[in-house]
């Protein structure tokens, strides 16, 4: 019989703060992370703004009490969230029930190889960075950091990676193969993440503007965040309290382009039909979608059609958050439904900041003052690189 999966505990870094508690305080004073680089060394530290995280990598390991040298920062930023969603979930892995753990990460140890890269080839000073560089050395670290950990994998997708990360979980869990699992994703800052986003020229020089007719591009920006779900059984068992119910995900992939949504929105399309399938929801029982809402002049138009595809003349109220944090790539959709369950849990609608104008061709208005509302279903998009489109639906409780 296919369990109830529920969040149990959150865990969150960001350009917010560096706690759950510290990034609700800025949503709720709709107080935006993103701003001047100070720590990562880039030829555009002046011309573009992030979302960065206010920690130098010492820093990092002084909250994580280790200074290993093989450690970079994406290592750090997990192992922090993580733990924090370990710890607020209050389980215990040496229960004797079945923990896994499924992250996710593009940039992986990059920001360490890219610094010693040209070097690599006349040098073997610095070769063992390489043992570093790939997606699932950060996972392994995590995994050694909370202890007692029955599985892990990890995901990488482009920037829907977490949120598949979380549906890989909620398989797992409602297959019986593992009692609770650790999910979620993390990126850290990169030349390489910055110096691609500015070939692709979908970089914004000031502030982004989701959903605005005069939008121009993401500001990019870093961080981890990490939920522990758990299926009901194994709820039960420990007397836990839920956070929010998960009830329905999917994926999707329009396969349109590399770097780009297909201008209908094919492919998020589908992903959020799916999803509401799942849940046995109407469309109309959504009361609010945290929409992937990048900034950039093709996201926002696909995912609006998308939008409008599924919903019609009756959009539940939406908006998005990536003004506060910056595009966090794979960390992106962990990031929002960590948002998505503090929304739920606090009636809140976090605004759209810096709108001023709909998007002439759908005249759509997202959210753009905090709300204060009754929230029962919320909706959380994810659409990476590739097509990759992801969606998912979680429900108070």
């Known amino acids: 019989m296919s369990q109830r999966v529920y969040i149990t505990g959150l865990g969150m870094i960001s350009a917010l703060g560096n706690t759950v508690s510290?990034?609700?305080?800025?949503?709720?004073?709709?107080?935006?992370?993103?701003g001047k680089i100070n720590h990562l060394t880039t030829r555009y530290k002046e011309e573009f703004l992030a979302g960065e995280i206010n920690l130098s990598n010492k820093d990092l390991a002084d909250l994580v009490k280790d200074s290993n040298p093989e450690y970079n920062r994406n290592t750090y930023l997990a192992m922090i969230a993580a733990k924090e969603a370990v710890i607020h979930s209050g389980i215990d892995t040496k229960d004797g029930l079945r923990t896994g753990l499924i992250s996710s990460t593009t940039v992986a140890g990059m920001g360490i190889t890219e610094l010693y890269y040209k070097e690599l080839f006349e040098k073997t000073d610095h070769l063992s960075v390489i043992d570093t560089h790939d997606c699932g050395y950060s996972t392994e670290r995590i995994a050694d950091?909370?202890?007692?950990?029955?599985?892990?994998?990890?995901?990488?997708?482009?920037?829907s990676s977490a949120a598949n990360a979380i549906m890989l979980g909620c398989r797992m869990i409602k297959h019986g193969q593992l009692d609770r699992v650790v999910v979620g994703g993390v990126d850290a800052l990169s030349k390489f993440t910055f110096n691609g986003f500015n070939t692709l020229m979908i970089l914004d020089r000031e502030w982004c503007k989701p959903f605005d007719e005069n939008r121009k591009g993401l500001n990019l920006g870093e961080g981890a965040a990490f939920l522990v779900i758990e299926g009901e059984e194994a709820l039960n068992k420990r007397q836990?309290?839920?956070?929010t119910?998960?009830?329905?995900?999917?994926?999707?992939n329009d396969a349109y382009h590399q770097t780009a949504s297909s201008p209908e929105g094919y492919g998020a399309t589908l992903a959020i039909q799916q999803a509401l399938a799942m849940s046995g929801l109407n469309p109309s029982q959504v009361d609010y979608i945290n929409m992937h809402g990048t900034g950039t002049p093709n996201n926002d138009l696909s995912e609006g059609m998308a939008t409008v595809a599924v919903f019609g003349n009756q959009i539940p109220k939406f908006s998005s958050t990536k003004a506060y944090t910056g595009h966090t790539l794979?960390?992106?959709?962990?990031?929002?439904?960590?948002?998505?369950?503090?929304?739920?849990?606090?009636?809140?609608?976090?605004?759209?900041?810096?709108?001023?104008?709909?998007i002439a061709s759908l005249n759509l208005t997202p959210i753009h003052e905090l709300l204060k509302t009754p929230i029962n279903i919320v909706l959380s998009n994810s659409f990476g690189f590739g097509g990759n489109c992801s969606s998912l639906l979680f429900k108070k409780v």
């Open 22 to 34: 510290e990034g609700f305080l800025s949503l709720s004073q709709s107080k935006t992370g993103i």
């Open 145 to 159: 950091y909370i202890g007692n950990v029955d599985y892990v994998t990890t995901i990488s997708t482009a920037c």
């Open 240 to 243: 836990g309290k839920p956070l």
């Open 245 to 252: 119910e998960i009830i329905g995900y999917a994926n999707a």
């Open 330 to 358: 794979a960390a992106a959709a962990s990031i929002e439904a960590v948002i998505s369950v503090l929304s739920l849990q606090h009636q809140t609608i976090f605004p759209n900041l810096n709108f001023t104008t709909p």
